[in-house]
């Protein structure tokens, strides 16, 4: 793809030389001359020696080299990465391997991997592909163009949206962590719910998403779980949440639409996380609290971040002041 193809295809303006195949596309710092890269300023884009480079729409012109200039250079740049490094294409068909029960329904162009399971009454929509070692539990849903890498499992009755992205390892719709204390002793609290994904779902490797005890585990449209993410019984996550690795929510927890969460966060049981807040990293959420939208949160218990680096500061402060008294 030449790069006026490329300016063309971000419905963008272009300046400099247009008729030249890169060779493929690198950081700002290592790409070379016949490579492209993105620049989130145009002070960056000067410095960089890129052959092209796809930059703010303040960026001058660069001698001898090709500008792209757009309003979100990072977005823009993701959607070229796509077109240079398109995924292998899977073929349509089963793997003689595989075990497909025959009141399983398998939409038109699936492909299933070496070794996968497939149970009966699961319904695996039209253009999806599972990868090897899967194993799609009894009445499962599968949307249309999903991807499930290897050694993804699906308990009984787990829903998955369309354009759903599973990477390897994960669990969805494993049993809750729900007991009772009874008798001096603990007793199963039967998990008789379900998991349910919404369209456009990616979730990292060796993440787990519980089932319900009763009712749904959901998670909503275009949410995004890093690797090692672990949702618990009867959590709603809403629309484009992001996640990141390491963070894991007790049961019931609820989190509003466009939250951002950070890595190694705790969420305790029944917190709510409003649409639109942010939690920084390492953070921990206490049992029933409610986290507002605005100020991010950062540390535990969570806190406002002005307050919380207050209190940093005025920590750091204590053994200047130990010793002053020391030597009073």
């Known amino acids: 793809m030449r790069i006026e193809e490329i300016a063309a ?8 030389p247009a008729d030249w195949v890169p060779t493929g596309a690198a950081t700002l710092e290592e790409a070379g001359e016949r490579e492209i890269a993105f620049a989130k300023t145009a002070a960056q884009a000067l410095a960089a020696r890129a052959g092209a480079v796809i930059a703010p729409l303040d960026c001058l012109p660069l001698p001898g080299r090709t500008v792209i200039r757009v309003a ?10 796509t077109w240079l490094y398109p995924p292998p294409a899977a073929t349509p068909g089963i793997h003689p391997t595989a075990l497909i029960s025959a009141s399983a329904k398998l939409g038109a162009g699936v492909s299933v991997g070496a070794q996968s399971i497939v149970e009966e009454g699961a319904v695996i929509g039209p253009g999806c592909v599972i990868g090897p070692a899967c194993r799609i539990g009894a009445a499962c849903l599968i949307g249309a163009q999903s991807l499930l890498h290897g050694r993804v499992t699906l308990y009984h009755g787990v829903r998955v949206g369309a354009r759903a992205v599973l990477h390897a390892g994960v669990v969805l719709g ?3 962590f729900g007991f009772v204390f009874t008798a001096g002793h603990y007793e199963k609290f039967p998990q008789v719910g379900t998991v349910e994904l919404g369209d456009d779902v990616e979730i990292g ?11 749904v585990t959901r998670i909503g449209d275009g949410s995004k779980l890093d690797n090692l993410v672990h949702i618990a019984h009867n959590c709603q996550i809403g629309k484009h949440v992001v996640i990141a690795a390491q963070t894991g929510f007790a049961g019931g927890v609820t989190v509003g639409d466009y939250a951002v969460i950070g890595g190694q966060v705790g969420v305790g049981e ?5 649409s639109r807040a942010v939690i ?10 409610i986290v507002r939208a605005g100020e991010p949160v950062w540390g535990t218990p969570a806190r406002p971040l002005r307050q919380y680096l207050t209190q940093l500061a005025s920590l750091a402060r204590v053994p200047g002041l130990r010793e002053q008294l020391r030597q009073k």
């Not at 295809?9 to 400099?16: D, V, Y």
């Not at 979100?72 to 990465?81: D, I, T, Y």
Request: with cysteine; charged share 20%.
């Open 9 to 16: 295809r971000l419905g963008a303006t272009s300046e400099g």
């Open 72 to 81: 979100q250079p990072r977005a823009a740049f993701a959607q070229v990465l």
């Open 174 to 176: 494993a049993d809750g």
């Open 205 to 215: 490797a060796n993440s787990c998403v519980d089932r319900a005890a009763l009712g």
């Open 270 to 274: 029944r917190a709510r996380i409003e």
């Open 280 to 289: 920084g990293s390492g953070a921990g959420i206490l049992s029933a609290k």
